[in-house]
């Protein structure tokens, strides 16, 4: 975002269009961050954690990560499907169909991976990044952004400066945080 704003900072000699123009640019730098992409390892490691706790179908797997990962994490069919496979051909689960769907279970081997590898589900290590803020932050700065973008959009024009108002004191209580020690 360098360059972004004119010389002096942020609002300074900007229009009322340009501060919504970087407004959007915020929330388009924030949506790209949110929705954290897990690694090949991760989907196997949160395929493996759930179906320790009990047998589900892949639809399930994925309702389940995303749940777990408070909706910053959602894989698609195309990640959890494969590795489904490739731990039934490990020998790692098992599967059992019914009623049109297949519900995978963990084999004895699958138990013994499970419970010799000690690591925690992929969700767990991602949400002490919410708990230091990392995760929430960016999802933060997309509901401001949208929060402002709505005001723009339907606002009065008293209402819209009020929102210019709120948005330069939110900035300065952002910089005041970053001097405390």
């Known amino acids: 975002m360098s360059g972004s704003f004119p010389a002096g900072g942020f609002g300074a000699g900007m229009t009322a269009d340009s501060i919504w123009e970087a407004m959007e640019q915020l929330r388009s730098t924030f949506e790209k961050r949110v929705g954290t992409r897990m690694g090949r390892g991760d989907v196997r490691a949160a395929v493996l954690s759930l ?12 309702r389940e990560i995303e749940e777990r990962s408070g909706g910053s994490w959602k894989p698609s069919a195309g990640s959890v499907y494969p590795t489904l496979q490739l731990l ?25 991976e499970v419970a010799d590898s000690g690591t ?3 969700w767990e290590t991602a949400g002490s990044n919410e708990s230091t803020g990392f995760g929430a932050l960016p999802k933060a700065g997309i509901d401001l952004a949208q ?29 005041a945080i970053l001097a405390q020690d």
């Open 51 to 62: 179906l320790a706790e009990k047998p589900m179908h892949g639809y399930q797997i994925i």
């Open 120 to 122: 925690s589900a992929p």
């Open 147 to 175: 929060a402002a973008a709505q005001v723009r959009r339907t606002g009065t024009p008293e209402q819209v400066q009020q929102a210019v108002v709120v948005l330069e004191e939110a900035r300065r209580k952002l910089y």
């Open 88 to 112: 039934a051909d490990e020998g790692i689960i098992s599967s059992e169909e019914s009623n049109g769907r297949k519900t995978y279970a963990l084999t004895e081997a699958g138990r013994e």
